[in-house]
């Protein structure tokens, strides 16, 4: 809803869908360190396991249309299926809320749904207002930042996360998604 009132619907949407159904990358055995390295470049500077998602499945996007998604996918260790389930999910989402009238198309592309679609931190905003109050507190550390929340006290980086290891942050604050134990 946020995403529609914001006019950054097509990015949470994609961010929204991976958190819904399951990540798009695949990790192959005795690959594991090409794998984790090309998803901390999707990553960017960013700071974000969600805009990791986010950017995989825009380069995908470009390659369907005019490329090869499939090799797309094999060289960034990206399921291709998973990444059409997704887009699926996508449209779903888009029609709900255009029957709930929140937006007047159901294409999840559409210009006025993504006016501001290119600002990060507004996406990053609206995923906070999303996932709240799953909110950790970050505190630098020496190998690696220490994460807290209010229901748990300290937690941990998943290892797969592109900030694990990661020993200072931009920000004071992180969101998520689950917690593991």
Same mark, same amino acid.
């Given at each position: 809803?946020?995403?529609?009132?914001?006019?950054?619907?097509?990015?949470?949407?994609?961010?929204?869908?991976?958190?819904?159904?399951?990540?798009?990358?695949?990790?192959?055995?005795?690959?594991?360190?090409?794998?984790?390295?090309?998803?901390?470049?999707?990553?960017?500077?960013?700071?974000?396991?969600?805009?990791?998602?986010?950017?995989?499945?825009?380069?995908?996007?470009?390659?369907?249309?005019?490329?090869?998604?499939?090799?797309?996918?094999?060289?960034?260790?990206?399921?291709?299926?998973?990444?059409?389930?997704?887009?699926?999910?996508?449209?779903?989402?888009?029609?709900?809320?255009?029957?709930?009238?929140? $937006?007047? !198309?159901?294409? @999840?592309?559409?210009?006025? +749904?993504?006016?501001?679609?290119?600002?990060?931190?507004? #996406? =990053?905003?609206?995923?906070?207002?999303?996932?709240?109050?799953? $909110?950790? !507190?970050?505190? @630098?550390?020496?190998?690696? +930042?220490?994460?807290?929340?209010?229901?748990?006290?300290? #937690? =941990?980086?998943?290892?797969?996360?592109?900030?694990?290891?990661?020993?200072?942050?931009?920000?004071?604050?992180?969101?998520?998604?689950?917690?593991?134990?």
């Amino acid at each position: 809803l946020f995403a529609a009132m914001f006019s950054c619907l097509d990015p949470v949407l994609t961010i929204a869908s991976t958190l819904g159904f399951k990540e798009p990358f695949v990790i192959p055995l005795h690959k594991q360190e090409q794998a984790d390295e090309v998803k901390k470049n999707f990553s960017g500077d960013s700071e974000s396991d969600h805009i990791a998602f986010l950017r995989a499945f825009r380069g995908w996007e470009r390659e369907k249309n005019g490329g090869n998604p499939r090799r797309y996918c094999w060289d960034n260790f990206l399921a291709h299926n998973t990444l059409q389930m997704l887009e699926n999910m996508k449209k779903q989402f888009t029609e709900l809320l255009k029957d709930i009238g929140f $937006v007047n !198309n159901s294409n @999840p592309k559409h210009e006025l +749904a993504n006016i501001k679609s290119e600002n990060m931190k507004l #996406v =990053k905003a609206v995923l906070c207002a999303g996932l709240y109050p799953n $909110v950790a !507190n970050i505190t @630098p550390g020496k190998r690696t +930042a220490k994460l807290y929340t209010q229901q748990d006290g300290k #937690v =941990k980086f998943h290892p797969k996360s592109v900030n694990y290891g990661v020993p200072s942050f931009s920000s004071k604050f992180l969101i998520y998604h689950t917690k593991v134990k």
